[in-house]
Structures are given as structure tokens and as C-alpha cells.
């Protein structure tokens, strides 16, 4: 027994050194808050001051000093979120996570946009160079200061690499992935419709604007009636194989801008809000960050707003003459170009312009914990080449082209006007975002801020180009022609990754997946009823959760569940009674009805197009129709009010409507679920959490956000899922910032330990209106001179 003993206490002192261990290491990689730091470089002592939420204001002498400021602080809270962004955008990630990130390093390293950013950093402006230069020095000696490495790098029993000046410019190609990267698959998968249907039902199946789409220049986008063809092409209503159910657990695209003239607001200043839709995690994308130091005439700069981290710059926010925000313009910036590859000559291709020899690069892909792998990347003079089912194409994206990436978007820091704001957005190198602006006069404006392909229009709809069409685009569109729109009469702009524009400007930017209008339309018609307003009447938009749109679907699965569908179906009867019943209409976490109709509507998808889908993935993987045509859910509604005969097989269009339910229901009352259980907030419940939780769920405790149930979803301004949604909130009026509002998930630092790991993550949950600017200072930071 007493050996028994010892052996249990031995154990346990084991287990307790070891958790001691474990604490003093997190404890080592935590961010220091207070004192004095000697550094190199700097020509006067800067400051940050950091509040309760950890938001610095960072104020030195010069922007170069405030530029090392900020890297030091960004490295010591999210070094290893900058590692990633930098490692995905380069296809490095095998280097640090191992072999199951291959496959991702194999598609981005196609791009080659590490080699891309060591020219782009060379060719840059001597003062961008330094800005980069300084910004990488502060990165290296806040990462250095730290007492022991990032915490994850101990996980994966791995050093972390230096930062390099070029890597800031991979930060902003790693955006182009998560902003444009859907286009590749999105071309192809375009191009099997094209190849499978007449081009009657191309144009009936892939309309290009519809009665939702809300466009700022007309009140509504008026195209030719499209008639309903004939027959309906083989690969509609396929089978779905297996238990595929659609998308019925995907969140669409979001974000949405929108602004109040100074004749709107209630003291003479535009109003700008912005909620930028991106993907959630743990750290979060965003650190909030105010930016102070003196401009040539020695008056106060202060920018305050959000900042990426890996980058010196703020995104989005106000520099107290400006206030600008974005949202992703979903415009055409990818196409697929055939050429014809010879057979003897593997290197030798043949373009419109007739027969070239392309280059081969050999890019190595290092892998951690196991063997190098190299690849080898053809490319002409049109893009990189790639394969698909025996047919070759050059990928010709507006990332691979020169000033696709720089740092002209620092200048917002300086500008006075609408007019000077909206010349820097287009020069800025980033990917092509609506960006929508006003300023401390009361002027309001749209433009589209970053590269657009050189092209006065484009088609009718976008698909691989055959040999014979020659060059899609050359170099960039001149600044002259970007697409623009200011003052306008009612005092309003909006954008909501819709189609912006109603005329042939559009043609510029073209369709690169717009989506349907629904919620831009909503955000329109919010900002005509609000009349004249503050910032907390503007920020009331971002939190608008009523389900407008799919209210009209609800009356169509009502309208399908008559007597005679329910009299023997008992479920179908009790969806139809919680259909009525449980309808608040809103996506409101206790709406039953609202759960119900969109699982219908997404049940008709996979009845459509499921079968479609398999076939699309084969081709290639995330590929599908969704996809292909965000307004899918207007051709559906189209379809079901036509009924055109003979488009379906072995059943008719009642048929395929109860199948729809019948399909939902299945999947509502899957493992014995009652279908009254069904909420709207048990299925929109939060999964945001470190990426680590995925490799090693133990972690959750601690590196997850709670389980919240989330109120809102696509087609509505208040875009939510379980890990998608507004990355931020912010409205501002520049001069106003005092009255500014702003709040975001997650919180400044990504380390669990750290008293700003989730801090205001639950006043974003709650939609809060929490102020703009940092609350007081609750600690000190002095860098001095060394």
C-alpha cells in the first residue's frame, strides 16, 4: 500500500511540474504591457498607450518610428497569425505544419508569390522600402524580447523564422486568396455548363442581374426578358449521391458599407459604416490600432481604425478628415485562357498570337518532419500553366501583374478629401474592393479601390477563353476610367458584394460571383427610412436580421403543404404548423419557421443541383454550381413559377417541392431531433476557435470562443454563421471619432493567457454600440532610443 502511495504522489508531482512547466512557458510568451525599451533606429521616444481591450495608440516623431512601434507590438500578440498569412500566400505551410498541408502549398505555391514579392519589394519606392524595412525590424525585436517562443511554435516543436520586409507584401497576396481565390474554380466550373448546355439555357440558368439586385446609378437593373428554353439541359435534377444535402450548412458571401451625407447626418459630417465578412478564428484577422505622428506643416496626424497584422498600415478607419471602408467587389479579375500545348514540345504552346516557348521555375516545398518535395511550374506569357481534363490554360490573374501589390494605400493616412481619397484607392495594390468614403465636409463616394484589369468591357457572362479569342486584358485599367460615384442626390451609397452598378461601367469590373442583391437592397431601403441620422441610427443597420427575403419562401413551402400533401404525412404538418407558428420573421435564434425555410430552399438546391455538384467537385474540388451563380435561389424561383414541362424527369414540379420538404425534414429530425427543437440558434451556433483545436480538440477550453447562438444570416445585413460573419463593425464620422462606434469578435491578443484574448468579443456577440476610439490608457509602453 505504501508503494502504492508513493507511486500515486510521484505521479502527481510529475503532472503538477509539468503543468508548472507548461504555465511558466505560456507565461514566458506573453506580450509585455508596461516599461521602457531601448531600440535601435529610432530618432525620438514613441509611445503605446493601451486601454482595458489592449487597443494601442502608438505616437512617435515620425512614421518610420511609429511604423517599428506598431511591428513590435503586432509580432509580440500575433507573430504566428502573421507566419501563417505570410506561409499560405507563399504555399510554405508544410514547412511549419507538415505533410497535411501539402496539398494547399501545391496550389498557392503555383503562384510562385514569394519570388513575386522579392521583385515587387526591390521595385518599390525608396520610402515604402523603408517603411517595410522598419516595420520588419520591430516585427523581429518584439518577437526577440519575448521570455520564450509563441506558444504554438512549442506545440509544433519548431523555432519561428525571422520576419522579412518582403513578407509584409505576402500578407496582402494572402488576402488575395481569401478575397479572389473562388475565381479559378469558379471559371472552370462555368466552363462544364458552357460545355453542357445550349446557350438558351445558359442564359436562363446564369442570369447576370435579377429583380434584388439594388445598384447604386438606377433604381433597378432592367435586362432583356431571357425566354424559357425548350428543354432543360441533361444535368439538371441529377441524382444526388448518397446523403448529400446541398449547401444547407454554408454561410454565403458577406460584407456591407454603406454612408450618410453630411445633408443625412445630424452634424454635417458623412457618416461611413463598414462590416467587413470574412472567416473567424482565433486570433482574430483584425488588431485595432491608432496611429499618431506629425505631418510636413507639424500638426497631429491620427489614424484610427484596424490594422492587418503583418502589415504597417491601417485598413480601414478615419484619419479625422476621412473616413473610408470596404467591401469585396466580386468583380471578374481571374480568366482561364486556352492554348494549345505540342505534343513533341511539351514547353512549346500556341496562344492567339501564335506559337511561344514557355519557362519552367522548380519550386522546392519544404516539409517538417519530412522529405523535401519539388514541383515544377510552366508559364507563358499570359500566366501559369495548368491542366484540366486534357485541355490547357494559362491563368491569367490580376495578382500576378506588377503594382498587383504596394503600399500606395498609406497615403489614405494624409488625404483631406473625398476626391484626394478615392485617386489614392486607385492606385492602391490590394485586391479590388468597393470602397466607400466621405469626408469632414459631408461628401460621400464609391469607387473601387485597388487593380482592375485593362479592359473597357468584357462579355456577357465570363468563361475560359478558347484559343481563338485571343488576349482577355493587358496590364491595368488607367485610374481615369475606374468606375466612380459621388454625391449622390439622396445622400446615400451602399454595397453588399452585389452587383454595384447597373450600367455599362460595370462591364470594367465584371461578374466574378456577385451576390444577389437581397441584402443590398435591404441596406437601400434601410438608409431611405432612416431620413436624417447619427452614428448609433446608422450602426442599427449592421444589426438588421429580418428576413425579408426569404419571407417569400416561406409562402412557397406553405403554399406546398396543402390538405392534401399533409392529410397521411404527419411531419409535413407539423412543418407547416411550426412554419406558421414559429415565424418571427427574423433569423432570430428561436425561429423555428426561419430554420424551416431555409433548409427548404437549400433542400431544392440539392434537388436541382446536387447531382450537378458531384460532377462539378470531380472536376475540381470545392467547384459547384453555388458557386458558378450566386442567384441560383432566382432561376429556382423562376423555374417553380413557370413550371416548364418536361424539365423534370419521372416526377413533376409539386413533386420536386415536397421532395424538397420531405428532404428537410430528414435532415432537421436526423438522430431522433423532434422538428419543434429546431431553432434557428441550435443549428447558428459559434465555432470560432484557434486553428490548433482542429489538431488537438483537448485544446478547446482554452482556445475557443464560448458556443453562442448567433441571430442573423445571408441575405440580410446582419450576415452570421457558426464561423463566418462581421469581422468588425465600425461607424465614423472623420472629425466626430469621439461618437464613432465600433466593436469586433475576438479580441487584440491571440494568446490565451493574455488579458485581451476574447476581450469584447461578447459586446460584439451582443451587437453593442462600443465607442470608436481607445478608452484610457491602463498601460505604458516607451521605446527610447538606444
Not at 512549346?348 to 518532419?369: F, M, N, P, S, Y
Not at 444577389?516 to 438588421?544: F, M, P, V
Request: hydrophobic residues 45%; aromatic residues 8%; glycine residues 10%.
Amino acid at each position: 500500500m505504501r508503494w502504492s502511495w508513493r507511486l500515486l504522489l510521484a505521479c502527481l508531482a510529475t503532472w503538477l511540474l509539468l503543468a508548472l512547466v507548461l504555465w511558466l512557458f505560456l507565461r514566458g510568451s506573453l506580450a509585455q504591457l508596461d516599461g521602457e525599451l531601448p531600440a535601435s533606429g529610432l530618432t525620438a521616444e514613441v509611445t503605446a498607450l493601451r486601454d482595458a481591450l489592449g487597443v494601442p495608440t502608438v505616437s512617435g516623431s515620425n512614421r518610420l518610428d511609429v511604423a517599428y512601434a506598431t511591428g513590435y507590438l503586432h509580432a509580440q500578440e500575433r507573430y504566428f497569425q502573421m507566419d501563417l498569412m505570410r506561409r499560405v500566400a507563399a504555399g510554405e505551410l508544410a514547412g511549419l505544419i507538415g505533410e497535411a498541408a501539402l496539398e494547399s502549398d501545391r496550389e498557392h505555391r503555383f503562384h510562385r508569390f514569394r519570388a513575386r514579392a522579392v521583385s515587387t519589394l526591390a521595385a518599390l519606392p525608396e520610402a515604402d522600402r523603408q517603411l517595410l524595412h522598419r516595420y520588419a525590424a520591430g516585427v523581429n525585436a518584439g518577437l526577440s524580447a519575448l521570455r520564450a517562443r509563441p506558444f504554438e511554435y512549442g506545440l509544433l516543436r519548431t523555432q519561428p523564422a525571422p520576419w522579412q520586409p518582403a513578407d509584409s507584401l505576402l500578407v496582402v497576396w494572402a488576402m488575395y486568396f481569401d478575397l479572389q481565390g473562388h475565381q479559378e474554380r469558379r471559371e472552370l466550373a462555368r466552363g462544364w455548363l458552357k460545355a453542357h448546355s445550349t446557350a438558351e439555357q445558359l442564359a436562363y440558368l446564369l442570369p447576370e442581374s435579377s429583380s434584388q439586385d439594388a445598384p447604386l446609378d438606377t433604381p433597378d437593373i432592367v435586362s432583356p426578358p431571357t425566354a424559357t428554353p425548350a428543354q432543360a439541359p441533361a444535368w439538371l435534377g441529377l441524382p444526388v449521391p448518397g446523403k448529400q444535402a446541398g449547401l444547407a450548412l454554408r454561410s454565403a458571401v458577406g460584407s456591407n458599407s454603406w454612408a450618410l451625407a453630411g445633408s443625412r447626418s445630424t452634424h454635417g459630417s458623412a457618416i461611413v459604416a463598414n462590416d467587413m465578412h470574412l472567416g473567424l478564428r482565433l486570433p482574430h484577422i483584425w488588431y485595432r490600432a491608432v496611429l499618431q505622428y506629425p505631418d510636413e506643416q507639424g500638426q497631429t496626424r491620427r489614424i484610427a481604425g484596424v490594422t492587418l497584422p503583418g502589415a504597417p498600415l491601417v485598413v480601414a478607419g478615419s484619419n479625422g478628415r476621412v473616413a473610408w471602408g470596404f467591401t469585396n467587389s466580386y468583380g471578374d479579375y481571374l480568366d482561364l485562357i486556352e492554348v494549345e500545348r505540342d505534343p513533341s514540345q511539351r514547353l512549346r504552346i500556341k496562344t492567339a498570337a501564335g506559337w511561344e516557348t514557355a519557362r519552367v521555375h522548380t519550386e522546392t516545398l519544404q516539409v517538417k518532419d519530412g522529405t523535401a518535395v519539388t514541383m515544377q511550374i510552366a508559364e507563358g506569357s499570359q500566366g501559369p500553366l495548368r491542366e484540366v481534363e486534357g485541355r490547357w490554360y494559362a491563368v491569367r490573374w490580376i495578382a500576378h501583374q506588377p503594382g498587383a501589390v504596394n503600399l500606395n494605400l498609406r497615403q489614405m493616412e494624409g488625404v483631406a478629401d473625398l476626391v484626394a481619397a478615392q485617386a489614392v484607392a486607385h492606385s492602391a495594390g490590394m485586391p479590388a474592393q468597393n470602397m466607400v468614403a466621405g469626408d469632414a465636409a459631408g461628401h460621400i463616394g464609391w469607387t473601387i479601390a485597388g487593380m482592375l484589369p485593362g479592359r473597357e468591357a468584357l462579355p456577357q457572362a465570363s468563361f475560359p477563353y478558347p484559343i481563338a479569342a485571343g488576349l482577355s486584358w493587358q496590364g491595368r485599367l488607367s485610374p481615369r476610367d475606374y468606375p466612380r460615384l459621388n454625391d449622390p442626390a439622396d445622400g446615400q451609397l451602399w454595397t453588399a458584394n452585389s452587383r454595384p452598378l447597373g450600367g455599362e461601367l460595370y462591364r470594367r469590373m465584371g461578374d466574378g460571383g456577385a451576390d444577389l442583391g437581397a441584402r443590398a437592397r435591404q441596406i437601400r431601403d434601410g438608409l431611405t427610412a432612416l431620413g436624417k441620422g447619427n452614428e448609433l441610427a446608422a450602426y442599427g443597420l449592421a444589426l438588421d436580421d429580418r428576413a425579408l427575403y426569404l419571407a417569400g419562401w416561406r409562402e412557397r413551402a406553405l403554399d406546398a403543404l396543402d390538405q392534401s400533401a399533409t392529410a397521411t404525412r404527419p411531419q409535413r404538418a407539423e412543418f407547416r404548423r411550426l412554419l406558421k407558428e414559429g415565424w418571427t420573421g427574423r433569423a432570430s435564434v428561436d425561429s423555428v419557421g426561419y430554420r424551416l425555410t431555409r433548409a427548404y430552399l437549400y433542400a431544392l438546391y440539392a434537388e436541382l443541383f446536387g447531382g450537378l455538384d458531384a460532377q462539378l467537385g470531380a472536376l475540381e474540388p470545392g467547384a459547384d454550381f453555388d458557386l458558378a451563380n450566386p442567384r441560383w435561389p432566382v432561376v429556382v424561383a423562376r423555374l417553380l413559377d413557370e413550371r416548364p414541362a418536361g424539365w423534370l424527369k419521372e416526377r413533376d414540379w409539386r413533386g420536386l417541392e415536397l421532395a424538397a420538404i420531405d428532404r428537410a425534414i430528414a435532415e432537421l429530425t436526423a438522430g431522433g431531433r423532434p422538428l419543434s427543437e429546431a431553432s434557428w440558434g441550435q443549428r447558428n451556433t459559434s465555432r470560432i476557435a484557434h486553428p490548433f483545436v482542429q489538431l488537438l480538440p483537448a485544446l478547446k477550453p482554452w482556445l475557443a470562443a464560448p458556443a453562442d447562438a448567433f441571430a442573423g444570416d445571408e441575405h440580410m445585413p446582419r450576415v452570421a454563421g457558426p464561423a463566418f460573419g462581421a469581422s468588425q463593425r465600425m461607424v465614423v464620422a472623420p472629425g466626430q471619432e469621439a461618437q464613432g462606434i465600433f466593436n469586433m469578435p475576438g479580441g487584440q491578443s491571440g494568446h490565451p493567457l493574455s488579458p485581451f484574448f476574447l476581450a469584447g468579443h461578447a459586446a460584439w456577440v451582443r451587437g453593442e454600440a462600443t465607442p470608436f476610439l481607445p478608452g484610457p490608457a491602463q498601460h505604458t509602453l516607451r521605446f527610447v532610443p538606444k
